[in-house]
């Protein structure tokens, strides 16, 4: 299955897409009209760090890496039985087309793909092995469609997708120290960690990706279900996104997930921009 983003018509183009700053210090992504938005960066005040905080004291140039890690293993597919999650990644590749079409356009936005399943991560944006940022559509719309690709099997490895998650950031902020960018990591996955013990065991690792860069690293998470939603295989992720300085959401794969609203963008802030 291979899609190329930028034929897919959404009706975004009778919108601004706009970052909307809460307390001027953290965004969410949203597709409300405002007037005063600049290159798709604005803001309001809520009294957060600055009270004199406005649109037009915000940089409109604010780079955004956004990182999806997403979850490829054998429950998805309904392996061993199981009711699936997400047959032939319908919620999945909705979700993240949605997405990535909605900001392709936008000057300062990359994007960044890992997927996890058995016992390895895969980076599938990527220039030769390495996993990227990428704003070239042919490596984005090759990545996406890897991932589409891929079928699903095997365990659910958190570690080494955290793992290689690291590593592509910290690649990048070697790369590119001088861009200042925000990072924002994006865990979707339908069950708990195979290659954890426990649900802290996680704290160690998403506490070192957001120690990369201080301030501007954000990991957020969601959990998918298609039909019980179960509170034990959340903890993980909630642990992730609680040290991450970022989101937590569940979401009914049989329903359709707007995800911009739920990412929390770091380092967006009257006093550092």
Request: aromatic share 8%; hydrophobic share 40%.
């Given at each position: ?15 601004s ?27 309001d ?20 890496k956004?990182?999806f ?53 895969n ?36 570690k ?11 690649a ?24 954890y ?39 993980y992720?909630?642990?992730i ?7 937590f ?6 329903q ?16 550092t921009?």
């Open positions: 299955m291979k899609i190329n983003f930028g034929k897919i018509a959404l009706g975004v183009t009778f919108f897409l706009v970052l909307v700053f809460q307390n001027c210090s953290n965004a969410k992504f949203t597709t409300d009209l405002d007037a005063n938005a600049l290159n798709g960066v604005t803001g005040n809520n009294g957060g760090d600055d009270s004199t905080c406005r649109p037009t004291t915000v940089s409109s140039s604010k780079i955004v956004v990182l890690i997403v979850d490829t293993s054998g429950s998805n597919a309904g392996e061993g039985g199981a009711v699936a999650t997400d047959p032939q990644k319908k919620w999945r590749s909705a979700t993240l087309s949605n997405f990535i079409s909605a900001y392709q356009g936008r000057g300062n936005f990359y994007f960044g793909m890992i997927s996890f399943q058995g016992v390895s991560a980076a599938q944006i990527k220039v030769g092995n390495d996993g990227v940022f990428s704003q070239d559509m042919s490596v984005v719309n090759s990545g996406y469609n890897s991932f589409m690709n891929t079928a699903d099997s095997g365990n659910t490895p958190y080494a997708a955290l793992n290689m998650a690291r590593n592509i950031i910290s990048d902020l070697t790369a590119n120290m001088a861009q200042q960018a925000a990072y924002v990591v994006v865990v979707v996955s339908d069950g708990q960690a195979t290659d013990r426990t649900p802290d065991d996680v704290i160690p690792d998403a506490s070192s990706i957001r120690a990369l860069a201080p301030g501007q690293v954000s990991l957020n998470t969601v959990y998918y279900y298609s039909q019980s939603f179960v509170e034990s295989q959340t903890k992720l909630r642990n996104s609680s040290v991450g300085g970022g989101e959401l569940t979401a009914n794969s049989n359709t997930l707007k995800i911009d609203d739920v990412i929390q963008v770091p380092g967006v802030s009257c006093h921009l």
